[in-house]
């Protein structure tokens, strides 16, 4: 069997309910999540085992978002305990002109707080391990969480271990003094597959579409326009296999447009648009997106057009499902890439 490691934080998150603002939110509703645990959650409803590792305080609120983890068949057992707080988010969701917003609550996390040597990267890969996953949200919390995402890369590394990113750029975040190009180019060069789309590959690494605004061009945005993105990143970092960049065009708040492109080295694969009307939640799209692709890749091995058609699929319905992750089966995103969008009731 195919075992997966992803690595990072889980947080709690209130949402104002509905589309309220929070200045309207006499409550908010409890959801635990964040990039990685949230594609440990899609794999596990595909049937790949996963282990998902991070901090987390030893309080009833961390056991909770270690409950969360156990109720999605997510491994927990290198999940390391200690510092006082679990992350908190808070999220408005926006509708038609109004975006969402975020608002992070997460200084001095436990995970903030992690130090090289806490997690026996060793132990860990030991176990069937062939697949590791982070993302550039953990190296931004502190300069002792890039330490130790450096230090599974290593081992990960030696071990033969595929290892995956998502670059996630979160302006909000890296509030500490380390240099974020350095740090984020040093880990990414460990990476056999990188996925980020056009924010995270200018952001990170000065990497931009030639003669593409993309802020103007909006939903407009054309596959091809993306390629030559796709060949600053390989030749930036030569280990690397695989580029693929989300393509999502914001309508409006309540009204996207969603497809993905992969570039190998030698072809460029696009997969079909999707309009995504009404949308429920796209907080994690991006990671039902990677949570697809990793298992298309393992699923479908060398038909990269397969793996990214399905990664698509499942983000799409992810847009569906209220909360951070993907709870959706191989069967309906099946279903879905074979051209099923009708939302008929299954009887």
């Not at 002109?97 to 608002?103: D, E, L, P, Q, Y």
Request: charged letters at 20%; aromatic letters at 8%; glycine letters at 10%.
């Amino acid at each position: 069997m195919n075992k997966v490691v992803t690595f990072g934080e889980i947080m709690l998150r209130l949402s104002s309910p509905g589309n309220l603002r929070f200045s309207q939110s006499n409550s908010f509703d409890v959801v635990y999540g964040g990039g990685e645990s949230n594609v440990a959650v899609s794999l596990s409803n595909y049937g790949i085992p996963v282990e998902f590792v991070s901090r987390i305080p030893n309080n009833d609120i961390g056991m909770c978002a270690l409950m969360e983890m156990r109720k999605r068949n997510v491994g927990v057992n290198h999940v390391i305990h200690g510092g006082d707080r679990l992350g908190i988010y808070f999220l408005e969701t926006g509708a038609v002109s109004r975006g969402s917003k975020v608002v992070y609550d997460r200084s001095n996390s436990a995970i903030s707080q992690i130090k090289p040597g806490m997690i026996n990267w060793k132990k860990v890969f030991n176990e069937g391990v062939t697949w590791f996953h982070w993302t550039g949200i953990t190296p931004a919390i502190s300069q002792g969480a890039a330490n130790v995402c450096l230090e599974a890369l290593k081992v990960a590394s030696d071990l033969g271990i595929t290892i995956s990113t998502d670059l996630n750029y979160r302006s909000k975040l890296w509030n500490y003094d380390g240099d974020r190009e350095a740090i984020m180019t040093e880990l990414t060069s460990y990476c056999d597959i990188i996925l980020g789309n056009e924010e995270d590959a200018e952001k990170h690494f000065g990497i931009k579409p030639k003669s593409l605004d993309i802020t103007k061009e909006g939903h407009k945005v054309k596959a091809e326009s993306f390629l030559d993105v796709c060949k600053q990143m390989m030749r930036k970092f030569p280990n690397a296999k695989k580029v693929i960049t989300t393509l999502r065009g914001s309508i409006s708040a309540s009204h996207n447009t969603w497809a993905g492109v992969m570039y190998d080295g030698n072809k460029m694969y696009k997969s079909c648009e999707y309009q995504i009307t009404d949308i429920v939640d796209r907080v994690g799209g991006g990671d039902s997106f990677m949570g697809g692709l990793i298992y298309g890749l393992i699923k479908y091995k060398n038909n990269n057009q397969k793996a990214l058609d399905f990664a698509v699929a499942a983000s799409c319905l992810k847009h569906t499902i209220k909360g951070d992750a993907n709870l959706v089966s191989v069967s309906e995103v099946e279903k879905l890439m074979g051209g099923d969008a009708s939302g008929r009731v299954s009887r």
